[in-house]
């Protein structure tokens, strides 16, 4: 469908094939749009989120042991840990007392990424560092006439000035970080550090030229995993919890209890594997709630889609949100439905009509990291406690860079 935008045509793509033909087949043609690049150029302008062209093969191809299977299902003992200390914090909540599980989501998936990316900890306080990254996304999401007209950055934007406050922040903590793991990589009598996140990307070598990244692209791509991983999994999260935990869905809860109860008392070693029903209410809430709501690529020629040609320059836009709820590829679409993704229904579902982590070469690198981080966290609230939505409160979507409760999720929380 095609529409037409103030500063440039769009054709909006649902159709699972013309999505492979933009994403799988012809991705080089279609490179992020201008007004993505600028947005995501704020800080992260040297990592994998925002690079194009050789730099981003280059990036791609030396991150990836980094989320490799093998090395993602290490960092369990770690996800388990910011789990249970979500647990003990919640146990000592007064009675009847309401909280933001929305606000408790972006908290406890900083604490994962803190303990899997800098095993030292963070080399300052956890809150204010929470702060500054709640600055940080309140104010990069904000696209103005400026923006769309493409006026240079040297033009003041409302908000620029947080932002770069904010950015100096993260800059002078994480090269703080940096600067004395690598002394610490440097002194090989001593007891090495831990296999984090930070050391494998500090020692990580592009596997065609033996080349290490420099210490921007460092700086930009832990900025990238902390910004894009720890807000995405977050609304994951607060949606699953949202979901499953509505009055109409009993009987899901249940079964993620009795799942939790059941494996949890087990070995850890497969343990995310075993968790097969957890694992389909966050995928079911990653259908009905996709983190990022809309992919946008601008053609660098003109191309045949489906019975249309995308002139050069147009945006070829693809939404999950609606194709995760379009009619002519879901059954019941509207309805939250774990069973879609129990194994043998998963097996049936169309490709490309499930895209919560996009698709082809710039797939989400972090999604088995996402997927373990989530399940693992959701089994163990769901079974340590009993969650109400708070009387009168109002939930609903919103737009923002990610897909976030617009009011929060205020909820009665119950030790089991």
């Keep these: 469908m095609r529409v037409k935008l103030p500063f440039a045509d769009a054709w909006l793509v649902h159709d699972p094939a013309a999505i492979k033909h933009v994403l799988v087949d012809n991705p080089a043609n279609y490179r992020k749009d201008p007004i993505q690049r600028r947005i995501l150029a704020v800080g992260l302008g040297d990592g994998l989120l925002s690079v194009e062209g050789e730099r981003w093969d280059?990036?791609?191809?030396?991150?990836?042991?980094?989320?490799?299977?093998?090395?993602?299902?290490?960092?369990?003992?770690?996800?388990?840990?910011?789990g249970r200390g979500l647990v003990e914090r919640w146990r000592a909540l007064a009675p009847g007392e309401v909280i933001d599980v929305a606000a408790e989501m972006t908290l406890l998936t900083l604490n994962v990424l803190a303990l899997t990316i800098f095993s030292d900890g963070l080399s300052s306080d956890?809150?204010?560092?929470?702060?500054?990254?709640?600055?940080?996304?309140?104010?990069?999401?904000?696209?103005?006439?400026?923006?769309?007209?493409?006026?240079?950055?040297?033009?003041?934007?409302?908000?620029?000035?947080?932002?770069?406050?904010?950015?100096?922040?993260?800059?002078?903590?994480?090269?703080?970080?940096?600067?004395?793991?690598?002394?610490?990589?440097?002194?090989?009598?001593?007891?090495?550090?831990?296999?984090?996140?930070?050391?494998?990307?500090?020692?990580?070598?592009d596997p065609s030229t033996g080349?290490?990244?420099?210490?921007?692209?460092?700086r930009s791509n832990i900025l990238t995993f902390l910004s894009a991983g720890h807000e995405t999994t977050a609304n994951t999260l607060a949606w699953s919890l949202f979901l499953l935990l509505l009055s109409q869905s009993p009987e899901w809860k249940g079964k993620v209890r009795r799942e939790a109860d059941r494996e949890f008392g087990g070995p850890h070693e497969g343990l995310v594997d075993r968790l097969v029903v957890t694992r389909a209410v966050i995928e079911e809430a990653l259908r009905l709630y996709p983190p990022i709501a809309a992919l946008s690529r601008s053609a660098e020629q003109a191309d045949q889609v489906g019975p249309d040609v995308l002139p050069r320059r147009a945006l070829a836009v693809i939404s999950?949100?609606?194709?995760?709820?379009?009619?002519?590829?879901?059954?019941?679409?509207?309805?939250?439905?774990?069973?879609?993704?129990?194994?043998?229904?998963?097996?049936?579902?169309?490709?490309?009509?499930y895209l919560p982590f996009g698709a082809g070469p710039r797939t989400c690198i972090g999604a088995s990291f996402a997927l373990q981080e989530a399940t693992l966290v959701l089994a163990i609230i769901v079974q340590h406690f009993?969650?109400?939505?708070?009387?009168?409160?109002?939930?609903?979507?919103?737009?923002?860079?990610?897909?976030?409760?617009?009011?929060?999720?205020?909820?009665?929380?119950?030790?089991?």
Aim: hydrophobic share 45%.
């Design 386 to 416: 009993d969650l109400k939505l708070a009387p009168g409160a109002k939930v609903w979507p919103q737009q923002k860079i990610t897909l976030r409760p617009a009011n929060g999720l205020p909820m009665l929380i119950a030790p089991r």
């Design 126 to 205: 956890i809150d204010e560092f929470r702060l500054a990254m709640n600055t940080y996304f309140a104010t990069i999401g904000r696209i103005g006439a400026l923006d769309l007209f493409g006026v240079p950055d040297v033009v003041p934007r409302p908000g620029r000035k947080r932002l770069k406050q904010a950015m100096g922040y993260f800059e002078g903590v994480i090269d703080q970080i940096i600067a004395a793991r690598r002394r610490r990589l440097g002194f090989s009598q001593r007891p090495g550090p831990a296999a984090d996140l930070l050391t494998l990307l500090l020692r990580a070598l």
């Design 211 to 218: 080349r290490p990244m420099s210490r921007a692209e460092v």
């Design 320 to 353: 999950p949100y609606v194709l995760h709820r379009h009619r002519t590829l879901w059954e019941r679409a509207d309805e939250f439905d774990p069973t879609r993704f129990l194994p043998e229904p998963k097996a049936r579902i169309t490709r490309y009509a």
């Design 58 to 82: 280059i990036q791609r191809r030396t991150l990836a042991p980094l989320f490799a299977r093998r090395t993602v299902i290490g960092l369990t003992a770690a996800m388990l840990s910011a």
